[in-house]
T-cell receptor, first 110, second 117 residues
Framework: GQSLEQPSEVTAVEGAIVQINCTYQ??????LSWYQQHDGGAPTFLSY????GLEETGRFSSFLSRSDSYGYLLLQELQMKDSASYFC???????????FGKGTTLSVSS | EAGVTQFPSHSVIEKGQTVTLRCDPI?????LYWYRRVMGKEIKFLLH????????ESGMPNNRFLAERTGGTYSTLKVQPAELEDSGVYFC???????????????FGPGTRLTVT
């Protein structure tokens, strides 16, 4: 089956850099996605890595190592509005839907 | 472009009652998904439609849950009869159908918070 592990909580201050790690076990692997969810809101797509390496989108970057079944989301120049839950996700074995990790709650303080 | 919408935003019902949740996906999106997040736990997949067909319903917890997508547009998820453990936030998501490759970007609605008392 599929499972994902990520830290439950991370705290940081404004302007800092934070890395949220995700390790996964899958029967079939299509790629690793990251989603952000503000309290009470809809999860929103941040990034997707299908191949090894680093993908950069503004202040956010995502990394994947398929050989290590590991990825991370890197958030730079943290802002208060980045306080949210961050989920890593993979497609299920059939490739029909997403399997999510339990989420990492990021708290950014001033 | 309007996003994914869900109705109602909140629902409080008693155990044994019936509730129907509605999801309107982004226009033109063939893929429609239902997910559920029980408090403190991960977002869990329930089922997947491609147009009006159920592609995968392996995540549906039991036969008290019935999902439909008549005409391949909006979808409903009915819980009958509701049990206490059905409480949680029910999310709907949609995505484009890009040939044989699924779009990794799914657009989520704001969710319906269901409380069963």
């Amino acid at each position: 089956g599929q499972s994902l592990e990520q830290p439950s909580e991370v705290t940081a201050v404004e302007g800092a850099i934070v890395q949220i790690n995700c390790t996964y076990q899958t029967s079939g692997f299509y790629g690793l996605s990251w989603y952000q969810q503000h309290d009470g809101g809809a999860p929103t797509f941040l990034s997707y890595n299908a191949l090894d390496g680093l993908e950069e989108t503004g202040r956010f970057s995502s990394f994947l190592s398929r050989s290590d079944s590991y990825g991370y989301l890197l958030l730079q120049e943290l802002q208060m509005k980045d306080s949210a839950s961050y989920f890593c996700a993979v497609f299920n074995q059939a490739g029909t839907a997403l399997i999510f990790g339990k989420g990492t709650t990021l708290s950014v303080s001033s | 472009e309007a996003g994914v919408t869900q109705f109602p935003s909140h629902s409080v019902i008693e155990k044994g009652q019936t509730v129907t949740l509605r999801c309107d996906p982004i226009s033109g999106h063939d893929n429609l998904y239902w997910y559920r997040r029980v408090m403190g736990k991960e977002i869990k997949f329930l089922l997947h439609f491609v147009k009006e067909s159920k592609q995968d319903e392996s995540g549906m917890p039991n036969n008290r849950f019935l999902a439909e997508r008549t005409g391949g547009t909006y979808s409903t998820l009915k819980v009958q009869p509701a049990e206490l453990e059905d409480s949680g936030v029910y999310f709907c998501a949609s995505s484009q159908f890009e040939g044989q490759a699924l779009s990794p970007e799914q657009y989520f609605g704001p969710g319906t918070r269901l409380t069963v008392t």
